[in-house]
């Protein structure tokens, strides 16, 4: 294992049975999108379970107007409803990290796949990490699914056996919190980027 962790994953919302292959989906979910739950769907065909997980620190950005909490209370009410649906916080915000996290609390058993889209494929890869082929060797720890998003990843010849594409609507693939947030910002509509079940919420957070 290229990575152990004594910290365990703090679960708001826990499957039932234990998976034989868990897929977990990290992300900021300032607001949890359509796009996340498009991941999600997608993912359930190959996996036993998903695990949707916030952490409560990133090294690439902060949050400073939405609070955990308020993130957290939107995923949950984005997810209801799919038995197979975890949600969980981490203390880790590297993919590693929370495979880490993940193996405290589900086994050396479960395989793990992590869900992500290409950008953020692309940032996971070129991070420095401090150590030379550091991602390759987290690689034999857990397996990636990558959506397109603006493009296909394609990720190094000796990763290929553990990176796979995931199919996902192009136009739901498009969507990012992010737009999300400048529309609500901007007063233009947003409301179709978001689960209906948190329209109400993402309202009241983001000014819409």
Not at 28 to 36: C, Q
Not at 78 to 92: I, K, Q
Not at 154 to 166: G, K, N, V
Request: aromatic letters at 10%; one cysteine or more.
């Amino acid at each position: 294992m290229y990575y152990n962790s004594t910290v365990a994953l703090e679960f708001f919302r826990r499957a039932t049975g234990k998976p034989r292959t868990l897929g977990v989906l990290p992300a900021g979910f300032n607001p949890p999108t359509r796009a996340h739950l498009a991941l999600a769907n997608a993912a359930l065909g190959m996996v036993d379970e998903l695990l949707f997980v916030l952490p409560r620190e990133f090294p690439h950005k902060s949050y400073d107007s939405v609070s955990f909490a308020q993130r957290m209370e939107m995923l949950l009410a984005a997810t209801s409803g799919e038995p197979r649906y975890s949600v969980a916080s981490s203390e880790g915000g590297l993919f590693v990290e929370i495979a880490g996290e993940c193996r405290a609390a589900y086994g050396e058993e479960t395989a793990l796949v992590f869900v992500c889209g290409r950008d953020a494929a692309e940032r996971i890869l070129n991070w420095d990490y401090g150590q030379p082929n550091a991602f390759e060797r987290m690689l034999e720890d857990f397996e990636m699914l990558v959506a397109p998003r603006a493009g296909d990843f394609q990720p190094p010849d000796e990763m290929q056996r553990r990176i796979r594409s995931l199919a996902v609507d192009a136009r739901l693939s498009a969507i990012s919190a992010t737009e999300v947030r400048e529309r609500a910002r901007r007063g233009q509509p947003w409301e179709h980027m978001v689960p209906p079940q948190i329209v109400s919420m993402v309202g009241k957070i983001y000014g819409g």
